[in-house]
């Protein structure tokens, strides 16, 4: 039996340090380890942008007004919110696709914790929305929005 040649980029990954002692929520352990999953991400666009006259590099990667003024920010926020099963995430994506925000469906392919039972099964575990204003958002997850959705 041959072995699987290894892919380009099975040996790469990415490790997120959280501190415990701070006694932050989870909701806010959670974002504090978003803010360190894309840190690279956004310090290269920024990067990226200072070469560049004008919007040319914001029209490059296609990125809205909000998305700049966010990666632009220091505060960069992010709010952690709970979907009790995977229909109510899907019926979030959808009511925010409707209202013309931008949804990224995260999926776990089922090789570590999240796949129990399910091996090699994707299965629906988050979703990203935006970022868009604050106010299109929370019209939908907000506590006064068409489904309002608890902070974790």
């Not at 570590?112 to 091996?119: D, E, F, H, I, Y």
């Amino acid at each position: 039996m041959e072995s699987a040649t290894p892919k380009p980029g099975d040996n790469v990954k990415q490790v997120l340090v959280i501190r415990r002692d701070v006694g932050m929520r989870r909701g806010k352990e959670i974002a504090q380890g978003s803010h360190a999953a894309c840190a690279f991400l956004v310090e290269r666009i920024l990067q990226a942008a200072q070469g560049f006259s004008g919007t040319t590099i914001w029209d490059i990667l296609r990125i809205t007004p909000d998305q700049r003024e966010w990666l632009e920010s220091t505060l960069t926020t992010k709010v952690v919110l709970q979907a009790q099963n995977e229909d109510e995430l899907l019926e979030v994506k959808r009511l925010c696709e409707i209202a013309g925000l931008e949804t990224f469906l995260i999926q776990d392919l089922g090789l570590t914790a999240a796949g129990q039972g399910r091996k090699g099964m994707a299965t629906n575990t988050a979703l990203g929305i935006g970022p868009n204003q604050a106010d299109a958002i929370d019209a939908i997850t907000g506590p006064e929005g068409t489904h309002p959705l608890r902070l974790y």
